[in-house]
């Protein structure tokens, strides 16, 4: 690895802990309505300020031992673990699109995922003012980094019609947001409609209309795909296991997080290979 590449990696990783810990404040505070910018951090049990030096990302944890310096109640493992997760996700980015536009688009996906997959991890909730700010983002970001068009082009070729960049990419994000968003809100209707009963939330349907903004219809699609199969993989082995777990609250928008991060990095490799594979790339 070349000079430049390893102080790439040690800035981004440095920026990711201390990103990660303010993605920290968000998971805790947004779901509950409250604002991230004040009061200062402080223990949610004694509620006395963190001092600076117990406030280094990781590294204070470590020295702590996980404690509190002042009521030592038991610090939870989500606080480094959202801070070495956000600086695993920079350095991916990087690796994967070098320094460029692309670098940013999809950091700034990877730190909102990271908020959502943890607080419907945490506390079930799913809060509108990230999917929000991520659908903005997304578009805006559509602009200047192309999202797959695909199979949109492909019907307008069909009659005729020719869009290019960067509106192609802007169509592409909001049929991304349309197709995402719209088949989980169809199917969250269907169900209740059939049951009577809320089978999905719409915070998941929010978060696949962000999702769509930032990945087009190919990579949403495939996003859904690997969530789905992420929550069947984890979920029904436990269910079997455990009758406790069988009527158990799954935390679908996780599954579905984890997914989009996981296509966000081998995603669009995974769907060239198919498509080869299938007869319809070349």
């Known amino acids: 690895m070349q000079t430049t590449d390893l102080v790439a990696h040690a800035t981004l990783a440095l920026l990711g802990l201390a ?3 303010f993605l920290n404040v968000c998971i805790h505070r947004l779901p509950a309505g409250e604002s991230v910018i004040s009061p200062r951090s402080h223990c949610p049990r004694c509620g006395k300020l963190i001092r600076w030096y117990d406030n280094i990302p990781v590294l204070s944890y ?3 031992r996980a404690r509190c310096r002042d009521c030592h109640s038991r610090i939870s493992v989500i606080y480094p673990t959202v801070e070495v997760l956000t600086a695993v996700v920079l350095i991916l980015c990087y690796r994967r699109f070098d320094l460029s536009p692309g670098l940013v688009k999809f950091a700034v996906l990877g730190m909102l995922l990271i908020v959502l997959i943890f607080t419907d991890l945490t506390v079930r909730r799913i809060p509108h ?3 929000l700010l991520g659908m903005g983002l997304g578009l805006l970001l559509s602009f200047l980094v192309p999202v797959d068009p695909r199979p949109l082009d492909w019907l307008l070729a069909r009659f005729g019609v020719f869009i290019g960049p960067p509106f192609s990419s802007v169509l592409a994000a909001l049929g991304g947001a349309a197709v995402g968003g ?3 809100y169809g199917v969250a209707e269907g169900f209740f409609r059939l049951t009577g009963k809320e089978g999905l939330g719409f915070g998941d349907v929010m ?3 962000m999702v769509g903004t930032f990945f087009g219809v190919p990579l949403t699609l495939m996003t859904i795909l690997l969530g789905s199969l992420l929550g069947t993989v984890v979920a029904l082995p436990l269910e079997l296991l455990s009758s406790r777990l069988r009527h158990h609250a799954w935390p679908f928008g996780s599954f579905l997080g984890l997914a989009a991060l996981l ?3 081998w995603g ?3 769907l060239d290979a198919y498509l080869r594979w299938a007869g ?3």
């Open 19 to 21: 990103f990660g810990s």
């Open 268 to 270: 669009p490799a995974v």
């Open 129 to 131: 003012p990230v999917t």
């Open 182 to 184: 719209g088949l989980f």
């Open 280 to 282: 319809l790339a070349g």
């Open 207 to 209: 978060l696949m209309l």
């Open 263 to 265: 296509t966000t990095f």
């Open 62 to 64: 470590l020295l702590l």
